[in-house]
């Protein structure tokens, strides 16, 4: 089986289908510069989806871009805006719909902390983050909604967390993340009769490059023993790439009878022990 217009072989399945099925597709990422939302867009645009996605500064936008094949790069649609900013992600997804002729699906994955512990975190870290996680999630479904309909229905992904169902410090973090696994629940029975699938996905630790577990291992490399130690049956955490195709395969026809789920992709972190949750 040759994939028809470049002539690359595809992963031959039982009954001829290509997985992932999403060549083609028209799909949006927030947050696709670095991390997680990189390893989507990466993954996407391989597998032959036109892609959207945004983060806050260029020079992020920019060595995306420049990394990326040709026939890659005119499959990608990528902006410089902060999804929190009133108008900018409604503006994007207007944009990016014009550009492909429609959508297919979209991925909320900016999200994040500000404030510190409890009694260290003030209203205004809670509200904002609670902005960067649910409320750019809900704006962005909304903007996406005509077109979703348009093409007569399509798949939802919204980046909770493990925070959002294990307890823990930064309670304003794992609220939130709580919140965003409840919407993809509630928004599929609404959203259903349209044909619209919405599901969460739930990666455990990843070491991201800069981010907190990898600055962990690298500044206090006993703390973060200890953590894999104890939150961690296999001793490593979950890469961004086993995430990425987990979220993938959500995009995708071959997961069409799944609607309203939370995926955890943690390698096992969020089940409780006999020693404590
Ligand atoms: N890292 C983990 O261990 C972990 C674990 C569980 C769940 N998660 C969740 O997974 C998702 C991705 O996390 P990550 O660690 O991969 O993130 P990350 O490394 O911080 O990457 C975030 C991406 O989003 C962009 N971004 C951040 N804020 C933005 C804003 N306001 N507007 C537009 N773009 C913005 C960043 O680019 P700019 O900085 O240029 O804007 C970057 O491209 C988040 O929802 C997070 O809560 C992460």
Redesign the pocket.
């Known amino acids: 089986m040759v994939n028809v217009d470049d002539g690359v072989p595809a992963q031959r399945w039982e009954g001829g289908t290509g997985w992932p099925g999403v060549r083609d597709k028209r799909i949006l990422v927030?947050?696709?510069?670095?991390?997680?939302?990189?390893q989507i867009v990466r993954l996407l645009l391989a597998e032959g989806a036109h892609t959207g996605t945004?983060?806050?500064?260029a020079p992020?936008i920019e060595a995306l871009d420049v990394s990326l094949t040709d026939r890659e790069r005119t499959r990608l649609f990528a902006e410089a805006?902060?999804?929190?900013e009133p108008g900018r992600l409604e503006g994007f997804v207007t944009g990016a719909a014009r550009r492909f002729g429609g959508l297919d699906g979209v991925v909320a994955?900016?999200?994040?902390s500000r404030g510190g512990g409890f009694e260290h975190a003030d209203a205004g870290d809670w509200a904002a983050t609670w902005e960067?996680?649910v409320g750019h999630t809900t704006r962005l479904v909304r903007a996406a909604l005509p077109h979703l309909r348009a093409a007569g229905g399509g798949s939802v992904v919204i980046?909770?967390?493990?925070?959002g169902w294990k307890p823990g410090p930064h309670a304003q973090y794992g609220t939130a993340?709580s919140a965003q696994i409840h919407l993809a629940a509630s928004l599929a029975r609404e959203l259903g009769p349209d044909g619209i699938r919405v599901n969460a996905v739930?990666?455990?630790?990843?070491l991201?490059p800069g981010?907190?577990?990898a600055r962990m291992r690298t500044e206090t490399p006993e703390a973060y023993a200890a953590f894999t130690g104890a939150e961690l049956p296999g001793g490593a955490p979950v890469e961004?790439q086993e995430v990425a195709r987990a979220v993938v395969f959500l995009l995708s026809d071959w997961s069409s009878g799944i609607s309203g789920a939370n995926l955890p992709v943690d390698r096992a972190q969020n089940a409780p022990t006999p020693y404590g949750y």
């Open positions: 927030t947050g696709g510069s670095r991390g997680l939302g990189e945004c983060a806050r500064t992020g805006l902060d999804v929190t994955c900016v999200g994040g960067v996680n980046i909770s967390s493990v925070s993340k739930s990666p455990g630790s990843m991201i981010r907190r577990w961004p």
